[in-house]
């Protein structure tokens, strides 16, 4: 015990940084040889200062302190050592300047926290968030990326290499974490595309959108490595995206995360000159929180950087507060066969070059959701692809771009049907037997319908053969779909932008006509009108109705009581149907009326004597009657 002692005393004497644990390591040899004196009453003076202190000046008179300390014979060297050492240490370490040293604690490991961003996203208009782009040749995740961003599958996602799935600019809000932002999926890049080609128009899209956007996530296949046209890319972001900041995303690396082939694969990525990659997988959602992580900043900085006057969020809660309740947001579908001109209307109805066009039949893949305002009302567009009939032979995007189309078409508040004016002009039928179905499905899911015939430019030139047509189409339309009267007809040309106000202000009244409600009070006055003129073929028989009532709108919906248990007959609904269009001017949306009978009331006399009776009977009934009256047996 005595050799570790001393053994402990040169370990001092090497390192001087021990001291802290040296007065342990005596107190235990002192105990184990039993030497251990009590410890020596404090003066009064000295009861608050440091246990170190009062050793060192119960040996070293240069403190100034004295006071006799019997020490064992191991304590007064180790002591006088100690002392002797303390002399040579700095000012700020020294008991006399500051408080004694206390020992280490171990620090504990806190969990690292999320810092939240500097500014609140969910409370910025639409119109004012930043604009961040996805980039990059065709087939490597740029919509998958999409869909994660937006939370919903909307871009058609197929594994096409030798083709491109995406052909226009879909536009969604993306929530990240707290972030939003306007995220833009754009086509396949191909810098060595032919001028006039389909490839060739994506580019010089992605180009013009590009010119709005602020950020861009360039998006590389990490199992494909870094392909030639990759670089070429990069050089073409370089010279047409200047100002706006660029991140590589090395996307598909959920399988090489297994592997750690990430180290390898980013130090390829750093061939492009854009800075630090980030491994993600837009399938699985890997890597998501470092893009939260990089993204943060920059939008906070580009949000800081606007006026506060534009994105105060009070201006913006105050005027959509101020909106009429009729003037809620319009959701508009543009369906119809291939190359009718629907992606051409659209552009039109925009007034900006938003979706390709082109003489191609089946251009439009993906269905293209677009707002605008048009007087102060917020429109919805979608522009769907062509419609097809289902032939069991369709593969690939073209099945998927049917499906879309349908379930945009139950999706929205009024349908616009697109016809072609000179394929009209040269058959002997308006409607084909794939636009008859569109039309009678938009009525069987109780939406508005409008019919536009387009192209009505190539016509120009043949009065005689314009008015037969106009006046043909009309009566086409309402011997196919006798369900519903007054469809509206608009003939347009989107090409040269002719009609565009026109079907805009068609949309719009028939919208409001779909949203339209009645009081009670008015349609049971419409009611006792029309039963007076009705022609019934038995009176006798004849159901009455009570009253008449809407119990829901978009579309009208209304429900008539009748007395008893006899219903109207087919005959007797289509009157009422074509009734209420008339006189309330509905025409161009479906109408449902359902039947409700009232039961009779039972007559309380009659339940009364009922009543009565059977109280009789019970009072007089065996059980209850005296023994006396028993009749003997």
């Known amino acids: ?113 999320k810092r939240k961003a500097r500014f609140d996203f969910t409370k910025v208009d639409v119109a004012l968030l930043p604009t961040v782009i996805l980039v990059g040749r065709p087939n490597v995740g740029k919509s998958a990326l999409f869909n994660r961003l937006i939370r919903r599958r909307e871009a058609l996602v197929y594994n096409t290499p030798g083709d491109h799935v995406t052909r226009d600019v879909r536009e969604g809000i993306a929530k990240l974490g707290d972030l939003r932002f306007r995220v833009l999926d754009s086509a396949g890049l191909e810098t060595a595309a032919t001028s006039g080609s389909i490839l060739s128009r994506t580019a010089e899209m992605t180009e013009n959108v590009i010119a709005r956007s602020q950020f861009a996530i360039f998006l590389i296949d990490v199992r494909d490595g870094l392909q030639p046209l990759d670089l070429e890319v990069g050089k073409w972001l370089r010279r047409h995206a200047q100002g706006v900041r660029t991140i590589v995303a090395m996307n598909k690396s959920e399988s090489l995360d297994e592997r750690g082939l990430i180290t390898a694969a980013a130090g390829e990525a750093y061939a492009l000159g854009f800075g630090d990659p980030i491994a993600i997988s837009a399938e699985t959602g890997l890597g998501m929180a470092e893009l939260y992580e990089i993204l943060r900043p920059m939008l906070d900085d580009y949000m800081l950087q606007l006026p506060k006057n534009e994105h105060n969020q009070e201006d913006t809660t105050s005027e959509e507060e101020n909106n009429e309740e009729r003037k809620l947001p319009l959701q508009l579908a543009i369906v119809g066969r291939p190359n009718v001109g629907k992606s051409t209307l659209l552009n039109t109805l925009l007034q900006e070059e938003r979706v390709l066009v082109g003489p191609e039949a089946g251009l439009t893949r993906d269905s293209i959701r677009a707002q605008f305002q048009f007087e102060n009302r917020t429109v919805y567009l979608v522009d769907t692809a062509g419609w097809l009939q289902r032939s069991g032979q369709e593969k690939g995007p073209a099945s998927l771009s049917v499906v879309q189309s349908r379930k945009n078409l139950m999706r929205a508040h009024v349908v616009a049907l697109v016809l072609d004016g000179e394929e009209i002009a040269k058959a002997k039928s308006s409607m084909k037997h794939a636009e008859v179905v569109i039309a009678r499905q938009a009525i069987e899911e109780g939406r508005g319908l409008v019919v536009i015939v387009n192209k009505m430019d190539l016509l120009r030139g043949n009065s005689l053969l314009i008015g037969k047509v106009m006046e043909a189409v009309p009566k086409e339309i309402q011997t196919v779909i006798p369900q519903v009267t007054g469809i509206p007809v608009v003939f347009v040309s989107a090409l040269e932008g002719r009609g565009r106000v026109a079907v805009m202000h068609q949309l719009i009244d028939t919208y409001e006509k779909w949203c339209l409600r009645l009081p009670t009070a008015r349609l049971n006055r419409w009611l006792r009108k029309v039963m007076s003129r009705h022609s019934w073929k038995d009176l006798a028989t004849q159901p009455k109705v009570k009253y008449f009532t809407q119990v829901k709108a978009r579309p009208p919906t209304f429900v008539a009581f009748l007395s008893g248990k006899a219903q109207l007959s087919d005959t007797d609904m289509r009157f009422l149907t074509k009734s209420l269009k008339e006189d309330f001017n509905l025409g161009g949306i479906p109408i449902r009326i359902m039947q409700r009978s009232i039961p009779r009331r039972a007559d309380p006399n009659k339940n009364s004597n009922n009543l009565r009776t059977r109280m009789n009977l019970r009072a007089r009934s065996d059980k209850r009657l005296a023994p006396s009256e028993l009749a003997p047996s």
């Open 1 to 113: 015990m005595v050799s570790s002692l001393f053994r402990s005393l040169l370990l001092l004497r090497r390192n001087p940084n021990t001291l802290r644990r040296l007065p342990a390591q005596f107190h235990l040899a002192a105990a184990a040889l039993g030497t251990t004196p009590p410890p020596p009453p404090l003066p009064p003076l000295l009861g608050n200062l440091p246990k170190t202190l009062i050793a060192r000046s119960s040996l070293n008179p240069s403190h100034g302190l004295s006071h006799p300390s019997p020490s064992p014979w191991f304590h007064a060297p180790a002591v006088g050592f100690c002392a002797g050492a303390s002399v040579g240490d700095e000012v700020g370490e020294s008991p006399l300047m500051g408080s004694s040293p206390e020992p280490e604690k171990p620090r504990s490991k806190k969990k690292p926290q």
